[in-house]
């Protein structure tokens, strides 16, 4: 029910075929898969485990993903290296893992999201981005909670007087 209705909501503001979609803490890959089948430009799965690495490479294979890669790598680690661009970052981190609450500093702070672009948050009840200067909003799907941050482009003030 929360995935579908994730997708419901970016189905309202993205054009999936043209999005660069980056997913952290990947897993077994159900959210990557989920935009690599709505054809999303490119999909990049970063976990630290092996085994989820290979089953999300074993599945693009599989379905003919070529807009879907994976790599392994320690999260946090990967974001202090040279960002990347992306439109989309999901994290769904373990709800006990330590430090989850600054992977949004991480990101903004390396710049790994592309202007206009969403970052959004897989947590339980037990953390609230609400006072980031970039939160959107939260939507609750039972004990599952996505923090939404958006990455928006100053107004222009070209006709201002």
Not at 14 to 25: A, G, H, R
Request: charged letters at 25%; aromatic letters at 14%; hydrophobic letters at 40%.
């Amino acid at each position: 029910m929360a995935k579908e209705s994730l997708f419901n909501i970016l189905n309202n503001y993205i054009d999936f075929e043209e999005v660069k979609v980056l997913d952290l803490f990947a897993g077994t890959g159900n959210i990557s898969l989920e935009f690599a089948s709505r054809n999303a430009s490119s999909v990049l799965s970063v976990d630290v485990n092996g085994r989820c690495i290979d089953f999300i490479a074993k599945m693009a294979s599989e379905f003919k993903f070529s807009n879907l890669s994976a790599i392994r790598a320690n999260v946090f680690a990967f974001l202090v290296r040279p960002a990347g661009s992306y439109d989309v970052i999901f994290a769904d981190p373990p709800y006990d893992l330590e430090n989850r609450e600054k992977i949004p500093e991480l990101v903004f702070e390396h710049n790994w999201l592309a202007d206009e672009g969403w970052l959004i948050m897989e947590h339980d009840k037990r953390i609230s981005f609400k006072d980031h200067a970039l939160f959107s909003e939260e939507r609750r799907y039972g004990k599952i909670h996505f923090s939404f941050f958006r990455k928006t482009m100053p107004e222009s003030t070209e006709n201002q007087g």
